[in-house]
């Protein structure tokens, strides 16, 4: 799993005044909406004892408390209230927990998971048909139980269509995959894949009058876990975002909206979202079977050919993402039966924005590298 990138973790309606907890990166969030409309996202771990901030409320104009000794926390993070304490002991400088930069676009709440400061982020994904009144869109959400870079390469992938698909999504008497050209800079890579359209059936097949031999399908992945899917059909366009959210490095929440700019009534939308939901339960058998679960990280440990390109180029630059030190595994370790969760964190940006408090941190922070984090100093 990749830190440093901005990370679409909800979307922006499913985030109310209540706060409550998600989880990316192997990690537990708090998330709440600020009473200025902001949404706020802090780590979900109380520097105390390792309480659930998520579990805590709002109190005062826009704190969180924690549920267990009632410590209050600023949407930046610093502690502000022990209510333990006599009123006139000072706060401690390490209480405080990372908070994370959050943008809202294109309908998601996007979450910036590590310390890099704002002109060396990453930018986050484009996608203009959000703000375009000729397109509607749908939502979706399931949980797969595979990892995020298994599901991600899925959908790049043209030539399992008509495998896993039959004809809801490809044509089994037209498997082959053209060449195609990759379009690709340092975050993202696309390329437009001639494919066989399915025979026309349901609501679909009223809208086709010729039916095209092949229709240009652009398939792409922004990183670090966002694909897209854009079919171009005679009577218009669907488009496909999917957020693939790694809960852990073995389940992967799966976001997606929906574009059309075809059949834009809101009756319409039932269908939209069955034939994605349909979609992904064919796709949910052979993702959830693949072995090894995880993506492998040597390229000679599975055998790609051309139509592989998206993958490939895929694997590539996540190596050197890895080389780089963004790379953070799963914390979650398993001694004898009992499961035991690390109290780590992704770094902030505060950590690097505030020299002075470089020793003010008391949870340990994860990636760049395999170093058992957690442990005592
Ligand atoms: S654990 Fe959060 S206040 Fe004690
Ligand atoms: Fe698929």
């Known amino acids: 799993m990749l830190k440093n990138f901005w990370y679409a973790v909800e979307f922006s309606h499913a985030v109310q005044r209540q706060p409550r907890k998600i989880t990316c990166l192997g990690q537990d969030f708090v998330v709440w909406r600020r009473r200025n409309g902001e949404v706020a996202v802090l780590s979900d771990l109380c520097v105390h004892r390792g309480g659930a901030l998520s579990m805590g409320k709002l109190v005062g104009d826009d704190r969180i408390a924690c549920p267990y000794h009632g410590w209050e926390y600023e949407p930046d993070g610093t502690c502000v209230k022990i209510p333990a304490n006599p ?3 000072g706060i401690p400088k390490k209480a405080r927990v990372d908070a994370y930069p959050v943008i809202e676009r294109y309908g998601m709440v996007w979450a ?12 986050i994904p484009h996608i203009p048909e959000h703000d375009d009144p000729s397109y509607r869109a749908v939502y979706f959400e399931t949980t797969i139980e595979a990892n995020y870079e298994r599901t ?25 995959i053209p060449d ?16 066989s359209p399915p025979p026309a059936k349901g609501r679909w097949k009223r809208l086709y009058k010729d039916k095209p031999e092949q ?24 488009l496909l975002y999917d957020f693939n959210i790694p809960l852990t490095q073995d389940r992967t929440l799966i976001k997606i909206i929906g574009y059309r700019n075809f059949l834009t009534s809101k009756w319409a939308d039932k269908n939209a979202v069955q ?20 993506l492998p990280f ?11 390109a998206l993958q490939v180029a895929y694997r590539r630059r996540r190596r050197e993402l890895i080389e780089r030190g963004w790379w953070v595994g799963d914390d979650d370790v398993v001694t004898g039966d009992v499961p035991r969760r690390r109290a780590t964190v992704i770094p902030s ?3 690097r924005d505030n020299p002075e408090l470089a020793r003010a941190w008391v949870h340990k922070t994860r990636g760049g590298g395999d170093e058992p984090a957690g442990d005592t100093e």
């Open 275 to 294: 034939r994605i939901s349909k979609i992904l339960e064919q796709d949910r058998v052979v993702v959830e079977a693949q072995r090894p679960e995880l």
């Open 87 to 89: 009123v006139d002991r």
């Open 180 to 195: 195609f050209e990759l379009s690709q800079d340092e975050w993202r890579c696309e390329a437009d894949i001639l494919m």
């Open 298 to 308: 040597d390229l000679s440990a599975e055998l790609h050919i051309r139509s592989d």
């Open 215 to 238: 229709v240009v399908v652009t398939n792409g992945w922004y990183l670090p876990n966002v694909v897209k899917l854009h079919v171009r059909l005679p009577f218009g366009d669907m």
């Open 349 to 351: 940006p505060a950590r």
């Open 152 to 176: 991600m390469e899925n959908v790049v992938d043209a030539a399992h269509a008509p495998f896993v698909h039959g004809t809801a999504f490809g044509n089994p008497d037209k498997p082959q």
């Open 112 to 123: 910036f998971l590590g310390d890099l400061p704002e002109e060396q982020r990453p930018p």
